[in-house]
């Protein structure tokens, strides 16, 4: 796991961040022009991008420290979508795809990508700068992963693949805690910090641990719990400002 060296919000942070976004503000623009709007073939597209992303990360840590990384294993917060997509693409066509996969795969995964990029403390790298290049590759590889997450849920629901209700909070917050959970168990078994859920490395929670370990699980969860919220009642309002305007244009 990569320790913070280059600042929050510095230079190479701010860049890094603004690359990103520029680049899927491009590729936004090419599906677009896609009219015929083939939801499995951009959901296979996003699935085929994080295997070959995560194949890639890890490739490079095994070809620098010549071992497979135990603390790489995906059973990181940012590990969701290497489960959650395949499950969208081959049982699209289920009940508990509709109802679980979908809106977890909007909000979980949107949630864990901003803050991944906004607190990049695990991903910045340990050069102040992105040159050279070559000393930044985990770095580079991860902020496109991230950036991915952030492309792919939107994309989620501005094509309406994911029909967006309130009332999936619950849901995506069953899926969140089924993978809490799982992470809680490999930590005990392998001592590991798996969804910063054990040790809190580059959390900002982590003074909490030094006063008791399950009000840190129990925080972390909680704050997470919220942000999830916080999405679902964004999402909540932008929905209802477009059908307010939609009513208001066509009684005109």
């Known amino acids: 796991m990569q320790l913070l060296t280059a600042p929050l919000f510095g230079s190479k942070h701010l860049i890094g961040i603004l690359f990103i976004t520029i680049f899927f503000i491009l590729i936004s623009t090419l599906i677009k022009k896609d009219k015929a709007q083939d939801h499995n073939k951009f959901i296979l597209i996003f699935m085929i991008a994080f295997y070959v992303l995560e194949i890639l990360k890890i490739g490079y840590i095994i070809y620098l420290d010549r071992a497979y990384p135990i603390y790489q294993l995906p059973f990181h ?14 049982f699209r066509n289920t009940k508990f795809v509709d109802k ?33 290049l070559k000393d930044n590759i985990l770095p580079i590889i991860s902020f496109f992963y991230h950036g991915l997450m952030i492309f792919s849920s939107i994309y989620l629901l501005k094509s309406k693949y994911y029909r967006f209700q309130l009332t999936d909070y619950t849901k995506s917050m069953t899926v969140g805690l089924t993978f809490a959970g799982i992470a809680i168990i490999v930590n005990q078994l392998l001592d590991k910090d798996f969804m910063l859920l054990n040790k809190g490395t580059g959390s900002p929670l982590a003074f909490i641990l030094e006063i008791s370990k399950p009000l840190y699980m129990l925080s972390m969860i909680g704050g997470f719990a919220i942000l999830i919220g916080i999405v679902f009642v964004v999402t909540d309002v932008v929905y209802s400002k477009k059908k307010v305007n939609k009513i208001a244009k066509s009684s005109v």
Not at 77 to 90: A, G, R, V
Not at 105 to 130: D, E
């Open 77 to 90: 917060l940012c590990s969701i979508p290497l489960y959650l997509y395949p499950l969208m693409y081959f």
């Open 100 to 132: 679980f996969i979908k809106p977890a795969s909007y909000s979980l995964v949107l949630i864990a990508g901003i803050m991944a990029l906004a607190l990049s403390t695990n991903i910045l790298g340990s050069q102040v700068s992105w040159l050279p």
